[in-house]
């Protein structure tokens, strides 16, 4: 049997109509039993067709042939040339073209393409060509046929479910973002948070009690994330879990990926008990992405560090954690940033650098601790009126999901704005562009906590407790 998929990048219609409108693209991928190769295609609407599309290097390389026709000529060869195939004159029909996919392997996690244990994970620029020079899936509708008990899933919204295919709208974001297709042997379901559905995909075949812990795992995290305004900050949600074997770490990679929509991956060691999944973080650091759009590389520090100060305050308000443990990781936290300084590299250099230096600590506890610095200075110029939950929630309401990318100063500059008074802004004059972590010393006596010679103290007078309290008891 085979497996297809429909991508209607704007609008519905059968395949390869025409119409006078310039909406619908509409392109159709037809795997072969296993999943080793795909047939692409791609038509155009009379007005609506380009003048060219590019592919990356990776698609480029898998395509075997490509030709175009329209309803009344025969197929013209074309050729991809430096990645980018130029479209004849004329010619408003369809593009058809084979893909050969890599066998891939196991724990090839970053590759684009993913096979595991009878599940195929896809990046969608391993599929498609997209315009130039925008590049954008212009509200993009995907179908799967889903035949003979074979399940598909897509990020985006889900805008069908039969039971031969599903169909998901893709959100208008740029071709070159992540985002993963997957199909064969998957195990979906649907959690329901405050009136939002997340689908939750688990990768492969794998027994039922397995899968049931993964979802239980799963939905802890999602009630976790809630504990930052009551809901979830995006309107869509897929979440790929890829159960592995033995790891000597629980959960040793996830991310977030928002081409098509939102999405969080997670490789996740499935042999390990729920209590030991639930007492880990990276789940709740993953999903606190979510709070933040897109940013810019060299400005990973903020997103990294809102999920890391995130993965410990939420997870103190949810039960996961006690609260004083919660205060030790962060300081702890603070700590192996403060280890990874040097006297020369500014946060943004050392952001620069991260990847190549493989010197994290710097970046993402910096990034908390501004987090945390500028949460206390809410509270404190607001006298407990504004909170940096309450401005993520309004920036949620107002600027997500986006379809850009956010420079790190330009997010700080809006959550002030929101506020009616600066805080962030100030905070990235004084600790970003210059070689020192940010001090944080003024916002723990503000909480009442102090560095002992081998752990963190605290005041539990009640009004620095109260204090600590609206930070991680709410």
Known sequence: MSLVVFFFL??????????????????????????????????????????????????????????????????LDLRIEDNLVTLPKGSFGCLHYMINLPKGRDGDWRSGLNRHNGGLVLELDRLLLRRTPTGRLRGAKLFINTGNNVNASAPGAMIEKGQDRVGFKLLER????????????????????????????????????????????????IETLTHLYGRLPVPQLQILVFPLG???????????????????????????????????????????????????????????????????????????LERESAWKKLDTG????????????????????????????????????????????????????????????EFSRCCLPSRRRWRALELMTKLDELA?????????????????????????????LRRGSNELLFDNNPEVTNRRGRIMAK
């Open 420 to 448: 009616g008074f600066d805080v962030m802004v100030p905070l990235h004059e004084k600790f970003v562009m210059k070689p020192t972590f940010p001090d944080l010393e003024e916002s723990y006596k503000i909480l009442g």
């Open 246 to 320: 033995y790891n000597s770490d629980p959960v040793p990679w996830g991310e977030v990926t928002r081409g098509g929509g939102d999405a969080v991956h997670l490789y996740v060691d499935s042999t390990r008990p729920l209590d030991e999944l639930n007492s880990n973080w990276v789940l709740t650091h993953e999903l606190s992405h979510l709070t933040h759009p897109y940013l810019t590389g060299s400005d990973s520090w903020l997103g990294e560090g809102i999920a890391s100060y995130y993965q410990n305050v939420l997870r103190a308000r949810s039960g996961l």
């Open 10 to 75: 704007i609008g519905t219609g059968s395949v390869c109509t025409a119409t006078a409108k310039s909406e619908p693209d509409e392109i159709q991928l037809t795997f072969d039993a296993q999943l080793e190769t795909v047939e692409v295609e791609h038509c155009f609407s009379a007005t609506g067709r380009p003048n060219s599309l590019t592919a990356t290097s990776d698609l480029s390389n898998s395509i075997t042939r490509i030709t175009t026709s329209t309803r009344f000529d025969a197929p």
């Open 334 to 393: 603070f700590k192996r940033g403060i280890a990874q300084l040097n006297r020369f590299d500014t946060l943004a250099d050392h952001t620069q650098a991260m990847l190549r230096n493989r010197q994290y600590m710097r970046v993402y506890w910096s990034g908390a601790a501004i987090a945390l610095i500028s949460d206390v200075q809410y509270l404190e110029q607001s006298a407990g009126g504004v909170t940096l939950d309450a401005l993520l929630d």
């Open 174 to 221: 740029p071709n070159d973002w992540g985002g993963s297709v997957a199909v064969g042997e998957l195990q979906i379901s649907n959690i329901v948070s405050s009136e939002m559905t997340v689908e939750l995909v688990v990768v492969g075949t794998i027994a039922a009690p397995i899968a049931t812990k993964l979802e239980n795992w799963v939905r802890t995290g």
